[in-house]
């Protein structure tokens, strides 16, 4: 049975990280289009943070490695960025607890667990074109997965399909909220970098 230990959770957050890297200025362009073009720049600024601070300390744990990453995030990353991701891996983190391995079940009540803190913090719901509209069939995917590999895989899909769907939808939550009609024809950037996030993992975590 495939299971998340530290060393797979450490490889997952530096494709991110490297993902953000490489697609930075793409978000920077989508978020320049209905927001305040900053996510592409603020979201790899606070995973090199982060990295630097997965690197210089010792995390037992895929749970401690996610709390690391949240941290870094909150403390080193303006807009709505930080806090909603420092939201997800907080919560994601906390929810994996001190456990070494930790099996398909437990990772997917973990996105679970991401995915409620950032509905909670930035109130927005499946439509409102937000990183909500990836997460929640990314998610979903992965809690109806049989396997851990498969699972990932179809997450990624998902997440994929949610974020295309973001392009026509009128925004109804953050910066873009407030262009109304004219944030259509648009892919949100956060659904965007969300796509990332469960790429990454699945390129790192399902071989």
Do not use: C
């Not at 982060?50 to 010792?58: F, S």
């Not at 049989?146 to 925004?171: F, H, I, N, W, Y």
């Not at 407030?178 to 892919?187: A, F, I, M, P, V």
């Amino acid at each position: 049975m495939v299971t998340v230990t530290r060393d797979g959770a450490l490889e997952w957050m530096r494709r991110f990280a490297s993902e953000l890297s490489e697609h930075r200025e793409q978000l920077v362009r989508l978020d320049t289009a209905i927001g305040d073009g900053d996510h592409g720049t603020n979201l790899d600024r606070g995973m090199r943070k982060a990295l630097e601070k997965l690197d210089g300390g010792e995390q037992a744990d895929p749970g401690t490695v996610l709390k690391t990453v949240a941290m870094a995030l909150v403390s080193s990353v303006g807009g709505a960025a930080g806090p909603l991701y420092g939201t997800f891996f907080l919560q994601m983190g906390s929810a994996l607890g001190s456990d070494s391995e930790v099996d398909l079940p437990r990772f997917a009540a973990a996105w679970r667990k991401g995915l409620e803190g950032v509905q909670m913090r930035g109130k927005a719901e499946a439509g409102d074109k937000t990183m909500v509209d990836a997460l929640i069939p990314g998610v979903g995917a992965l809690e109806a997965a049989s396997d851990l590999e498969g699972g990932l895989r179809a997450a990624e899909q998902a997440a994929e399909e949610g974020m295309k769907a973001t392009t026509p939808l009128v925004a109804r939550k953050g910066r873009a909220s407030y262009l109304g009609e004219r944030s259509k024809d648009h892919q949100d950037p956060g659904a965007t970098s969300t796509y990332y996030l469960f790429k990454s993992a699945a390129e790192s975590l399902a071989g």
